[in-house]
């Protein structure tokens, strides 16, 4: 799915202005993707802002709902109204779970605040593929992941990622067979890659978890080879 985002750079009237854009995403069929709606006041007063996803022709082949955080709401809630302080973010996401339809779809949310019908429209683009060139290992609300390369690995390797939820701690463990951890990285919230160093690690088998606050989510092999 690519969702390319139209929306001019810059503040809006009322003082908003829309933050985190980024212009394209490409998923594909049966997956789930976190769209950022996410809001900042930058006016000296607090404003009332109202978020409206209107309806679109995707709308039948495709589920979607509000996130605030992680906190997520009904599909059938396709409204969402908060108030935000002077130079607070409002940290809305608009979670999509593709279904099995390709081809092109379109989402456009409304914005305005309390007392002003209408300000300005975050419009966004979908492109449902139906393969995918790399493909998730692990995919959340909170994180999408994708798996370690290369693998074997010689001296390093790396890992693909993207948080969702900037509250959410992430790491990636590595231990043996035995369960014995040889090597711990964290996945900082603003960052899209990390580097695993194994040059210290001998020849053989060994396993990655990641841990979101604690819990291991996922397990996978990584080969070393010298």
Do not use: W
């Not at 948080?163 to 040889?182: C, D, F, Y």
């Amino acid at each position: 799915m690519v969702l390319v985002v139209s929306l001019a750079a810059g503040a809006y009237g009322q003082g908003l202005e829309i933050v985190d854009k980024q212009d394209s995403y490409q998923v594909g069929i049966s997956e789930t993707v976190q769209i950022p709606v996410r809001v900042s006041n930058s006016s000296d007063k607090p404003q009332t802002v109202i978020i409206r996803k209107a309806p679109s022709e995707a709308d039948g082949f495709q589920k979607g709902y509000f996130c605030l955080g992680r906190n997520c709401m009904e599909q059938a809630v396709n409204e969402f109204v908060k108030r935000i302080e002077p130079g607070e973010t409002l940290d809305l996401y608009y979670t999509l779970e593709t279904g099995l339809v390709t081809g092109p779809a379109n989402l456009r949310f409304e914005i305005s605040t309390k007392g002003i019908p209408h300000i300005f429209d975050h419009n966004i683009n979908v492109q449902i593929e139906e393969k995918r060139e790399v493909a998730f290992v692990f995919q959340s609300r909170d994180i999408t992941i994708h798996d370690v390369y290369p693998n074997p690995v010689v001296d390093q390797a790396f890992i693909d990622y993207r948080i969702h939820n900037e509250s959410v701690k992430a790491r990636v463990v590595i231990h043996n067979i035995l369960g014995r951890t040889m090597n711990e990285t964290d996945l900082p919230v603003y960052e899209t890659k990390i580097r695993i160093q194994t040059e210290e690690l001998a020849t053989g088998i060994y396993f990655y978890t990641l841990y979101l606050d604690n819990d291991g989510v996922l397990t996978r092999k990584l080969i070393v080879r010298k």
